[in-house]
């Protein structure tokens, strides 16, 4: 498997829950799908990804686009506030 | 009606012209010159009123009552010119069907005459000396009680000079002020996002601006939404910032719609404007904004925020982009993600977002480059991050597409079925007994339901029913039910219905 060096960036809730808006990590990971069921078993998100919607590299894309090494991956939940 | 009166009110004329053979009452408040006014002895006074002003707010005032007491008649005449001591100087009538709606328009009506009129009183001392008192307006804008400076005066300000400074870009001019003064927007929602958008659109001469918002103010607003004043905590929101965008821009048309916005008159709301600019906090409205948007053609520009960060969309139906639901087909469940009232909010962060819309907005009309079609931008302002992610149109849209589902709005059903609407059918619905594990124990229903939930189980926030829908909610007269099935519609769940009249009308299914 192949080791990816990414960047995640979170926003609303899962900001909240990882503590954090931005890290870079080496993920063997194929797909954003595959990524965030490993980083929501890490951090115990409460979010599962169909509730989220997945941003790699400034554009929305499914959850099982190939991910490539150095790519921006973005989770955002929805959010209501007003 | 409202008007100002130079000689003695006749309350006896004024009663009679209050009769309606629809009302069931009539509530009358007379305010009369007492003796005395802060420790010193009143002799005499004079009313005084700056005429034309006092009149439209007045009337203003009227017609407000009226829409939202749901009253017959109402009158109130106010007095100027010289009073003796027990004279009448205020009559404020009010008719209508049940006494609980009078007392409250009656009270409603005289307490925003002496808070919003331009009327002032000169007291007449016996010690000799006078005073001007009582111009509560003026107090509450910090202006001086001095008879001098106290008037409202019109203002003799021109368009020309108000705008000069936007009129000024070259790719504004007089052309895009023309287009500013024709544009008819609409937005929903005066609050921490209404509050600035409302703000910059009317200063920058929207000719049309329509301010939609139920609620009144409450005291956990004022740290975000900076339209409104400490001291008004209480009042309707939509009226307080027709007042101040009257004040702010004068050149303007401002209408209110103090109704909160649904399924069933979205429609018939949207129909009078051109772009709608959604500073509401919530998924429901949101959706079903986007998707009056789609069909009926209008701009949207959304805006939502949460804690330090926000996102910001436009869906232009003139230009193919996506909409909210080719991103998001189905409306988050409540509970997933926090609202501000649960997670928190900084204030300055809607002043951030309201004002990006009211840019978005400006941009659009004015056609200027760049504007924001179709991509989603979102920025969080604790590390300045910020994504401008783009989104295509998404081909099975339930909204938007070619296999569109959502084709009109349709009303909203009936929260409340009557056992006759249930004859033959009632196995359609999961049945949910929600009375207390007592009462049910003590009186079973007499078919089985699909579910016990005693109605104090149920946590909107976390909500745990598995049994598919339509729910059929039944409590022990129907009141429980009722309440809770809208408090589920409100909170996403469409098909939920409360039987009418609890348990005993289930007996009643055929
Ligand atoms: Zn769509």
Same mark, same amino acid.
């Given at each position: 498997?192949?080791?990816?060096?990414?960047?995640?960036?979170?926003?609303?809730?899962?900001?909240?829950? %990882?503590?954090?808006?931005?890290?870079?990590?080496?993920?063997?990971?194929?797909? *954003?799908?595959?990524?965030?069921?490993?980083?929501?078993?890490?951090?115990?998100?409460?979010?599962?990804?169909?509730?989220?919607? +997945?941003?790699?590299?400034?554009?929305?894309?499914?959850?099982?686009? *190939?991910?490539?090494?150095? #790519?921006?991956?973005?989770?955002?939940? *929805?959010?209501?506030?007003? | 009606?409202?008007?100002?009166?130079?000689?003695?009110?006749?309350?006896?004329?004024?009663?009679?012209?209050?009769?309606?053979?629809?009302?069931?009452?009539? +509530?009358?408040?007379?305010?009369?010159?007492?003796?005395?006014?802060?420790?010193?002895?009143?002799?005499?006074?004079?009313?005084?009123?700056?005429?034309?002003?006092?009149?439209?707010? &007045?009337?203003?005032?009227?017609?407000?009552?009226?829409?939202?007491?749901?009253?017959?008649?109402?009158?109130?005449?106010?007095?100027?010119? !010289?009073?003796?001591?027990? /004279?009448?100087?205020?009559?404020?009538?009010? !008719?209508?069907?049940?006494? &609980?709606?009078?007392?409250?328009?009656?009270?409603?009506?005289?307490?925003?005459?002496?808070?919003?009129?331009?009327?002032?009183?000169? =007291?007449?001392?016996? /010690?000799?000396?006078?005073?001007?008192?009582?111009?509560?307006?003026?107090?509450?804008?910090?202006?001086?009680?001095?008879?001098?400076?106290?008037?409202?005066?019109? *203002?003799?300000?021109?368009?020309?000079?108000?705008?000069?400074?936007?009129?000024?870009?070259?790719?504004?001019?007089?052309?895009?002020?023309?287009?500013? %003064?024709?544009?008819?927007?609409?937005?929903?929602?005066?609050?921490?996002?209404?509050?600035?958008?409302? @703000?910059?659109?009317?200063?920058?001469?929207?000719?049309?601006?329509?301010?939609?918002?139920?609620?009144? $103010?409450?005291?956990?607003?004022?740290?975000?939404?900076?339209?409104?004043?400490?001291?008004?905590?209480?009042?309707?929101?939509?009226?307080?910032?027709?007042? %101040?965008?009257?004040?702010?821009?004068?050149?303007?048309?401002?209408?209110?719609?103090?109704?909160?916005?649904?399924?069933?008159?979205?429609?018939?709301?949207?129909?009078?404007? #051109?772009?709608?600019?959604?500073?509401?906090?919530?998924? =429901?409205?949101?959706?079903?904004?986007?998707?009056?948007?789609?069909?009926?053609?209008?701009?949207?520009?959304?805006? !939502?925020?949460?804690?330090?960060?926000?996102?910001?969309?436009?869906?232009?139906?003139?230009?193919?982009?996506?909409?909210?639901?080719?991103?998001?087909?189905?409306?988050?469940?409540?509970?997933?993600?926090?609202?501000?009232?649960?997670?928190?909010? $900084?204030?300055?962060?809607?002043?951030?977002?309201?004002?990006?819309?009211?840019?978005?907005?400006?941009?659009?009309?004015?056609?200027?480059?760049?504007?924001? @079609?179709?991509?989603?931008?979102?920025?969080?302002?604790?590390?300045?991050? !910020?994504?401008?992610?783009?989104?295509?149109?998404?081909?099975?849209?339930?909204?938007?597409?070619? @296999?569109?589902?959502?084709?009109?709005? =349709?009303?909203?059903?009936? +929260?409340?079925?009557?056992?006759?609407?249930?004859?033959?059918?009632?196995?359609?619905?999961?049945?949910?007994?929600?009375?207390?594990?007592? =009462?049910?124990?003590?009186?079973?229903?007499?078919?089985?339901?699909?579910?016990?939930?005693?109605?104090? /189980?149920?946590?909107?926030? #976390?909500?745990?029913? /598995?049994?598919?829908?339509?729910?059929?909610?039944?409590?022990?007269?129907?009141?429980?039910?009722?309440?809770?099935?809208?408090?589920?519609?409100?909170?996403?769940?469409?098909?939920?219905?409360?039987?009418? &009249?609890?348990?005993?009308?289930?007996?009643?299914?055929?």
């Amino acid at each position: 498997m192949e080791t990816k060096t990414l960047t995640i960036g979170y926003y609303a809730l899962l900001r909240e829950q %990882r503590g954090l808006s931005e890290e870079t990590l080496d993920s063997t990971a194929a797909t *954003p799908g595959e990524l965030y069921a490993a980083l929501k078993n890490e951090h115990g998100f409460s979010l599962e990804s169909n509730q989220l919607k +997945v941003v790699i590299n400034d554009a929305f894309k499914a959850w099982d686009t *190939p991910l490539n090494p150095g #790519d921006n991956v973005v989770f955002i939940p *929805p959010v209501a506030g007003g | 009606m409202f008007e100002v009166w130079s000689t003695p009110l006749d309350p006896a004329a004024l009663r009679v012209s209050m009769k309606n053979v629809e009302a069931g009452g009539f +509530v009358v408040f007379e305010g009369w010159v007492r003796n005395h006014n802060e420790g010193k002895t009143v002799e005499r006074l004079e009313y005084e009123a700056y005429e034309a002003v006092a009149i439209s707010e &007045g009337n203003a005032i009227i017609a407000e009552a009226t829409e939202r007491f749901g009253l017959l008649e109402a009158r109130c005449v106010h007095r100027v010119g !010289s009073l003796e001591l027990e /004279d009448m100087a205020v009559w404020v009538g009010v !008719s209508t069907a049940h006494r &609980g709606e009078a007392f409250d328009a009656c009270r409603f009506i005289i307490d925003s005459v002496k808070h919003r009129l331009p009327i002032w009183k000169k =007291e007449h001392y016996t /010690d000799g000396d006078s005073g001007w008192v009582n111009c509560e307006r003026c107090a509450h804008a910090g202006m001086a009680l001095e008879e001098a400076t106290c008037k409202h005066n019109a *203002p003799t300000l021109s368009e020309a000079s108000y705008y000069a400074r936007q009129i000024h870009l070259k790719e504004v001019g007089q052309a895009g002020q023309e287009k500013l %003064r024709n544009a008819r927007v609409l937005v929903v929602g005066a609050g921490g996002l209404g509050s600035p958008v409302l @703000q910059y659109l009317a200063a920058a001469g929207i000719g049309h601006l329509g301010i939609c918002e139920g609620d009144g $103010l409450e005291a956990s607003n004022l740290h975000r939404q900076i339209l409104f004043d400490a001291q008004s905590v209480g009042e309707s929101k939509a009226t307080l910032a027709a007042q %101040r965008l009257a004040a702010l821009n004068p050149f303007i048309t401002v209408t209110t719609i103090t109704e909160r916005i649904t399924r069933n008159n979205v429609v018939k709301l949207v129909a009078d404007y #051109d772009v709608l600019v959604d500073c509401t906090d919530n998924f =429901e409205t949101k959706f079903l904004l986007n998707d009056v948007a789609v069909l009926h053609k209008k701009r949207l520009i959304q805006a !939502s925020i949460y804690q330090y960060e926000g996102q910001l969309f436009v869906y232009d139906p003139k230009h193919d982009g996506p909409c909210v639901r080719c991103l998001w087909p189905e409306m988050p469940k409540p509970g997933c993600v926090g609202s501000c009232a649960e997670v928190g909010v $900084l204030g300055a962060i809607a002043g951030v977002f309201g004002t990006l819309q009211a840019v978005e907005v400006l941009k659009h009309l004015l056609d200027l480059p760049d504007k924001l @079609q179709g991509d989603t931008f979102f920025l969080d302002l604790l590390s300045l991050r !910020s994504h401008k992610v783009k989104a295509e149109r998404n081909a099975t849209c339930p909204v938007c597409s070619t @296999q569109a589902t959502i084709t009109a709005i =349709e009303a909203e059903a009936p +929260v409340e079925l009557d056992a006759t609407e249930l004859n033959g059918n009632l196995g359609d619905y999961a049945l949910i007994d929600i009375r207390e594990r007592k =009462e049910a124990e003590a009186s079973p229903l007499p078919v089985t339901p699909a579910l016990r939930c005693p109605a104090g /189980d149920i946590h909107l926030d #976390d909500l745990h029913i /598995d049994v598919p829908e339509p729910w059929l909610l039944v409590c022990t007269r129907g009141m429980r039910s009722k309440y809770l099935a809208l408090a589920l519609r409100k909170a996403g769940c469409e098909k939920v219905y409360s039987l009418r &009249g609890g348990a005993p009308a289930l007996e009643q299914v055929k």
